[in-house]
């Protein structure tokens, strides 16, 4: 399993509306039948140190594997992508992350 970390950064408009109740939908439906097992979405509430946070929204999302991800890419990602615009003119910042295993 891999966590993919979709963050979009602080600053400009985010129409969480419509990120909620259409392009997640559309990422799950679209995704969930290539290896999608979650998906997760969390607003940057602030540091510790009270400043404000960094990236105001990160979508959380869990592949069976990288090749899962990237197939589902391949299929669907330009719908996907090309959906972006129309919730935020901020540009993604997309991480792959693989998961620590405990003591």
Not at 29 to 37: A, F, I, K, Y
């Amino acid at each position: 399993m891999i966590l993919v970390s979709v963050m979009y950064p602080a600053g400009p408009s985010f129409d969480m509306g419509y990120y909620l109740g259409h392009h997640m939908p559309l990422v799950r439906e679209r995704w969930s039948s290539l290896g999608l097992h979650d998906a997760k979405v969390v607003k940057g509430a602030g540091t510790p140190d009270g400043g404000a946070a960094p990236f105001q929204v990160m979508a959380l999302l869990t592949f069976e594997s990288v090749d899962a991800f990237k197939k589902a890419v391949a299929a669907h990602g330009e719908e996907i992508f090309a959906d972006i615009p129309n919730f935020t003119p901020a540009q993604a910042q997309v991480q792959l992350n693989d998961f620590a295993e405990n003591p």
